[in-house]
């Protein structure tokens, strides 16, 4: 699986939109991009994956660059809850195992 | 949908004691299911992939008779932590798919503290 490269951390203002990028420069034309969360002492969350169309869903939208070297999570109206660790993970889609990288820390603040 | 559930949420067992961990696909089956663990502020680490009716395929440095995988059938996959020390303490999280066309869902994990 290609690896990820994530910003350790980042702010966000409530309300605000969120932005996450995330580089996969070593993605190979069948590997997806998805993306998960993680709450502190929880189970990941899906939030949201793709090939190479942007895609939307109600939690969040997902860019993918025309070269799909690199994507970006955008929570669109950011609320306290929304503080986590997301990762950016590429994977080969469907019944493939996700490995985890080191994430991204979002803190969303008031 | 797509809902996987771990149990129990929490254990505390002592040395040289076996743990065992479920972790059921509530409203899906399962053909395959993923085992990770999670230390302190660390990422998830894939321990396993649990196949049902096969045998386990474990990562490489993870001991396969330390964790015992069963995966007896389309709705359960267990782990047990077999003669647990206290470096074993750590978060285990389960993962599991409905089908091939959803993502992979996660449970909300167990906490094992050995003394």
């Known amino acids: 699986d290609a690896k990820t490269t994530q910003p350790p951390s980042m702010d966000c203002a409530e309300g605000r939109a969120a932005n996450l990028p995330c580089n996969h420069s070593?993605?190979?034309?069948?590997?997806?991009v998805y993306w998960y969360r993680q709450i502190h002492s929880q189970g990941p969350q899906y939030i949201i994956h793709?090939?190479?169309n942007n895609e939307t869903n109600e939690m969040a939208s997902l860019i993918i660059t025309e070269d799909r070297k690199s994507s970006t999570l955008i929570l669109p109206h950011a609320t306290l809850r929304d503080t986590a660790v997301y990762y950016c993970?590429?994977?080969?889609?469907?019944?493939?195992?996700?490995?985890f990288g080191a994430g991204t820390i979002l803190r969303v603040k008031s | 949908g797509a809902v996987v559930s771990q149990h129990p949420s929490r254990v505390i067992c002592k040395s040289g004691t076996s743990v065992k961990i479920e972790c059921r696909s509530l409203d899906f089956q399962a053909t395959t299911m993923f085992w990770y663990r999670q230390f302190p502020k660390k990422s998830l680490m894939l321990m396993a992939t649990s196949n049902e009716g096969s045998k386990a395929t474990y990562e490489q440095g993870v001991e396969k008779d330390k964790f015992l995988i069963n995966h007896a059938s389309l709705t359960l996959s267990t782990l047990t932590v077999t003669s647990a020390h206290p470096e074993d303490s750590s978060f285990y999280i389960c993962?599991?798919?409905?089908?091939?066309?959803?993502?992979?869902?996660f449970g909300n994990g167990t906490r094992l503290t050995v003394t």
């Open positions: 993962s599991a798919r409905g089908n091939l066309n959803s993502p992979l869902h």
């Open positions: 793709g090939l190479k």
């Open positions: 993970i590429v994977s080969l889609e469907y019944g493939n195992k996700l490995v």
């Open positions: 070593t993605i190979s034309g069948n590997e997806y």
